[in-house]
C-alpha cells in the first residue's frame, strides 16, 4: 500500500514539484540582483532622502528636492500632536514646537525672548504691559498662513487659548493658562490683549511660550470637530495645522513622522524636511547613528562611550537640562498602605534630620559616573539655566560621618529601618538613583534596608495620581520649567501640588515663610528682587529638604558632524529642526 | 473524513477556542489591576484620574467592561492604543501586515531551506557535508537571538553596507498605494521596480536572521529522522530494486522523514513569532514585535490584549496547517475521531 500511495505522488509529483523548485530558484536570485542593485544606490548616496529625491526627483513629491533631517527618539506622542492634549515634557510637546508657534519664543542663544507671532515682546517700557502687569497687549504680525492656507488673525489666538482653556483635557496643559489668565480678547484683528489675575513675572516666558498656548488654525479645527468640553480632537491628535516652518505630513505609528518645509513659513524658512524616527531599541539607536541613517538621537548617557572615539559623530556639551533627577519624600504615608516589610512609621520624613541624612548618605559622585556615564554635576534646587540660579548655593555632598551623627540624633542608627522607594523600570538614569541611594545608606548602617520598588510606567504614573501617595518614596526627573516660580511652586511650595500630597506642612520648620517667600518672587518683576529671594529659598530648602536632588543632567547633544549649524537651548524642551543645516 | 470537511470543522471550532481566549486575556489584563495607569501622566490629580476612567469606560464593573470590550471586537473596535494615541484597530493591521512580510519569508527560509539542508546532511551521513551543516544547526539552535542579529547588522549595515535599518525608504513608500500593506508584494501590484527593490533590500537581512533559528531546528530534525528512516527495510528494498540513491531519498525516504519535521514547525512557527520581537527592534522593523515591546515594557493593555487575540489565531492556524498537513503526508493519518 505504501508504495503505491508513494508511486501516486511520485508520478505526478516529479514533474509538478520541480516547477516550483526552479520558480523559487528564480525568485532567490531575483532578490540577490535586487539587494546587490540597491546597495549599490545606497553606497553612490549619503542619506535616504538623497535617495529618495535621486530616484523619484522628476516626480516632485514635495520634500523630494532638499535634503531630510532625521532625528530619532526613543517614542511617539502618545496624546498625539494636539496642543490642547499633550503632556508637559512629553513627547508630544516635542512636536507641537516644530510645527506650531507661539506669540513670543525663546533665542537660541540665551534666554532672551523673540516677538514671533507677535511683532514686539510686551514690556512696561514699550507700553504693552499696563502699570499693575495685569494686562499684556500684543499686536499680531501681518501676513502670516497657517498650513491650511488661512490667515493668521488675533482671532486665531484667542481661539487657541480658549479652546485649550475648554477643553481641559486631563491629559493635557490647561492648567499653565487657567492659573494665571483672567480673560483673553481680540482688541482688533491684529491685536490680541490677555488680562492676568495677578502680576506674573513668568507669565512670558512660560505661560505665553508654552504649548498649550500654541496657536492653532480656528478654521481647521472648526472644519474638523470644533471645540468640546472634556473630549479631545481626533482630528488635531493626529494633525497638525499650525504656521510652523515644518509642517506634520505623515504619522506611521510607531515607525515615523515625516515633516516638510513650509513652502509660504512667515520667517526663515527651514533648510530641510525633517522625520522622526521611533527608535525602541538603544543598540539600533547606536547602529544607525554609526551608520548615518540618523543625524541626531535623543542622548541617553549609556550612548557616549559607544559612539566616542568615531569621527563622524559630534559629543556636544553645553549647559544643563532643566530637569534635574530627584527623589521625593513622602510625609503623608497612609499607615494602612505602607509596603509590605517596610518598618518606618508614617511620620518618618516629618524629622528634618531624617531627611538631611538621607541627603548626606547619598552617593551625588557615584550616580553621575554610572547613572549619568559621567555628563551631570551636582545640584542646587534650580537648574542652571534658570533665573535665580546660584553656583555658590548650598549643594549636598555624601558626608558619611554626618549622616551617621543625624540618624543617631533621630534616633534610628541603633533601631534601623526597612524602607521602599518606587521607580519606573527600564529608565536608564532613574534606576540608579534608587541603586545607589540603597547602596550608600546599607553601607552606612547594615541595619538600615532599602527596597527598590521598580514598576513599568503605567503603574508608576497611576501611584502617582493617587492621593495620599501609597510609597514612602520615589524617583523621577523634573517637569522642564523655564521660570523658577513655576518650579518652586510646585516642588517646594507647601499648598503647591506636592507640598499637599507629599505633606510638607508636616514637614516644614516654617512652611508659611516658604510660601510666603515663593509667592513674593513669582509676582515681583524686578530681575535682582528675584534673584535675591530665589537665593535665600535656595539656602532655607537646603537645611529643610524635601527631595534628594541626585545630579543636574548635562545637555549632551549626539549628532552626525555633517550637521551645521548645531544649536540647542535647554529651555526649548527640544533641538528645533529649523534651524539645521547638513552639509 | 475528508481533509476539506476536517479543516471546515476546525475552523467551525475556532470562534469558540477565541471566545475562551477573550475571556482568558481579558481576565489575566485585569490580575494585575485596572488598565487606567498608561492614560495617566504622573502628576495628574484624581478628578483627572476619574474623567479618564470614564473617557475610556474603565470606571464601570468588570464584566461590563468585559461586555463593552467584546462588543468592541465585534465592532472592530479594539480599544484606544495608548503607547501610540491611536485606536488599536487602526494601527494593528499596518503593524500585522510589517510582521507577515518578514514572518512569511522567514518561515519560507526557516522551511524549505532547513528541509533542504536537513536532506542534504542525513543523506551524506558523517560526511564533510553532514558536519557542515551541522555546525549551521547548532550555531542557530545556540546563538542568543538579539546577539547575532546585532552581529549581522553590524556586519551587512555597518561595515558592508548590504543592508539598510528600517522596512523601507520612505520616500519611495510614499510613492505607491497599499493594497495589501505588503510592501514588496505592493510595490509589485503598482509595478514600481524601484519600490519592489527597496523592498527587498530592506527585507532580506531581518528574514535570514528571523528565520536562522527555525531553520536550524528544522535542520536537525530533518537530519536525524532521515538517517533514521535510511535504516528503515523499504529503503533496502528500494535499493535493492536497483533505484538510483537519489530517487530512494527524494521518493521514499524524505517523505517519512518529514513527519517529526513538520511537527517542529508548528513549534517553529512559534519561535518565529518570538524572534519577531527582538528581530523587529534591532532591525528598525515597525511590525507588531516591536509594538508590542513597546506596549509591554510601558504596560499598555488595550495593545497587550489585542496582541494575545492575534497571536492566538495565528497559533490555532498553525496548528491546524500542521495537522492538516500530516494527513497529507501520511494517508494513514485519520483526521477528526
Known sequence: ?583 | MEIREYVVRRLLKLPLLLFLVSVLVFGLSRIGGSPIGIYLEHDMTHEQVVELEERFGLDESLPEQYVAWLGGLFRGDLGFSAVSAAPVATVLPEKLAASLELSVLAAFIAFGLGIGLGTFGGARRDRFADHATRVIAVSGASLPLFWFALLVLILFYLVLGWAPLGRSDPYLYGQIVHPTGLYSVDALLNGHWPAFVDAIRHLWLPALVLGYEGLATITRVMRSSLVDELQEDYVDLARSKGLPERFVIKRHARRNALMPTVTVMGVAFGLLLQGSVVVELIFQWPGLGRWIATAVLRGDQATIMAFVLVAAVIFLLANLAVDVAYAYLDRRVVLGE
Open chain 1, 1 to 583: 500500500m505504501m508504495v503505491t500511495t508513494d508511486r501516486r505522488g511520485q508520478g505526478s509529483g516529479s514533474t509538478r514539484r520541480r516547477i516550483p523548485s526552479l520558480l523559487a530558484l528564480l525568485m532567490v536570485l531575483a532578490l540577490l540582483a535586487a539587494a546587490c542593485v540597491g546597495g549599490e544606490a545606497a553606497q553612490s548616496t549619503d542619506g535616504e532622502g538623497d535617495q529618495a529625491a535621486a530616484a523619484g526627483g522628476d516626480e516632485g513629491g514635495g520634500g523630494g528636492d532638499v535634503g531630510t533631517f532625521v532625528h530619532a527618539l526613543g517614542g511617539e506622542p502618545t496624546t498625539g500632536v494636539d496642543p490642547a492634549a499633550v503632556s508637559a515634557g512629553s513627547y508630544g510637546d516635542r512636536v507641537v514646537i516644530q510645527v506650531y508657534e507661539f506669540l513670543v519664543d525663546i533665542a537660541p542663544d540665551g534666554p532672551d525672548l523673540l516677538p514671533m507671532l507677535a511683532t514686539e515682546v510686551p514690556t512696561q517700557e514699550n507700553g504693552l504691559v499696563s502699570e499693575d502687569g495685569l494686562t499684556y497687549t500684543f499686536p499680531i504680525r501681518e501676513g502670516i498662513t497657517f498650513h491650511d492656507g488661512t490667515d493668521l488673525t488675533a482671532d486665531d489666538v484667542k481661539y487657541s487659548w480658549d479652546r485649550v482653556i475648554t477643553m481641559d483635557l486631563p491629559e493635557g496643559q490647561a492648567g499653565t493658562l487657567t492659573e494665571i489668565v483672567e480673560s483673553t480678547r481680540v482688541v482688533d484683528d491684529l491685536t490680541f490683549e490677555v488680562t492676568l489675575t495677578e502680576p506674573a513675572a513668568w507669565f512670558l516666558t512660560s505661560v505665553v511660550n508654552s504649548v498649550p498656548a500654541a496657536v492653532v488654525s480656528q478654521d481647521a479645527v472648526e472644519e474638523n470637530g470644533g471645540v468640546a468640553a472634556g473630549e479631545p480632537n481626533e482630528f488635531m491628535r493626529d494633525n497638525a495645522v499650525g504656521t510652523g516652518p515644518h509642517q506634520l505630513v505623515s504619522w506611521q505609528r510607531n515607525e515615523q513622522m515625516t515633516f516638510e518645509r513650509f513652502e509660504d513659513y512667515w520667517g526663515e524658512p527651514a533648510a530641510l524636511d525633517a522625520r522622526w524616527e521611533v527608535v525602541v531599541d538603544d543598540a539600533a539607536t547606536v547602529l544607525g547613528l554609526r551608520g548615518g541613517d540618523f543625524d541626531l538621537v535623543e542622548p541617553v548617557p549609556q550612548f557616549i562611550p559607544e559612539v566616542e572615539g568615531d569621527e563622524n559623530i559630534v559629543i556636544d556639551e553645553s549647559g544643563f537640562l532643566l530637569e534635574p533627577l530627584h527623589l521625593a519624600f513622602n510625609l503623608r504615608i497612609p499607615e494602612e498602605a505602607m509596603p509590605e516589610g517596610d518598618t518606618i512609621p508614617p511620620d518618618f520624613f516629618h524629622d528634618a534630620r531624617v531627611r538631611r541624612a538621607f541627603n548626606y548618605a547619598f552617593d551625588y559622585e557615584a550616580f553621575i559616573q554610572a547613572g549619568l556615564g559621567g555628563q551631570g554635576a551636582p545640584a542646587t534646587y534650580l537648574p542652571p539655566a534658570l533665573l535665580g540660579y546660584d553656583p555658590d548655593a548650598p549643594k549636598y555632598e555624601q558626608d558619611l560621618a554626618e549622616a551617621e551623627r543625624l540618624f543617631r540624633e533621630a534616633g534610628w542608627w541603633d533601631e534601623g529601618f526597612t524602607v521602599s522607594v518606587l521607580v519606573e523600570a527600564g529608565n536608564p538614569t532613574f534606576s540608579p538613583v534608587g541603586l545607589i541611594l540603597k547602596d550608600s545608606l546599607e553601607a552606612l548602617n547594615p541595619n538600615f534596608n532599602v527596597n527598590v520598588v521598580e514598576v513599568a510606567e503605567a503603574q508608576f504614573d497611576e501611584a502617582h495620581a493617587q492621593d495620599p501617595f501609597e510609597y514612602p518614596m520615589w524617583i523621577k526627573n523634573g517637569d522642564p520649567f523655564r521660570d523658577p516660580h513655576q518650579l518652586m511652586f510646585t516642588y517646594f511650595h507647601p499648598d503647591g501640588p506636592w507640598g499637599q500630597t507629599l505633606g510638607y506642612r508636616e514637614g516644614y520648620e516654617d512652611p508659611d515663610q516658604i510660601a510666603e517667600l515663593i509667592e513674593e518672587a513669582g509676582r515681583s518683576t524686578d530681575v535682582e528682587e528675584r534673584e535675591r529671594l530665589y537665593g535665600e529659598l535656595l539656602r532655607l530648602l537646603h537645611d529643610d529638604p524635601m527631595w534628594i536632588w541626585a545630579a543636574d543632567e548635562a545637555n549632551v547633544q549626539i549628532y552626525r558632524d555633517e550637521v551645521q549649524d548645531f544649536v540647542y537651548n535647554p529651555l526649548w524642551i527640544m533641538p528645533r529642526w529649523r534651524y539645521y543645516d547638513k552639509g
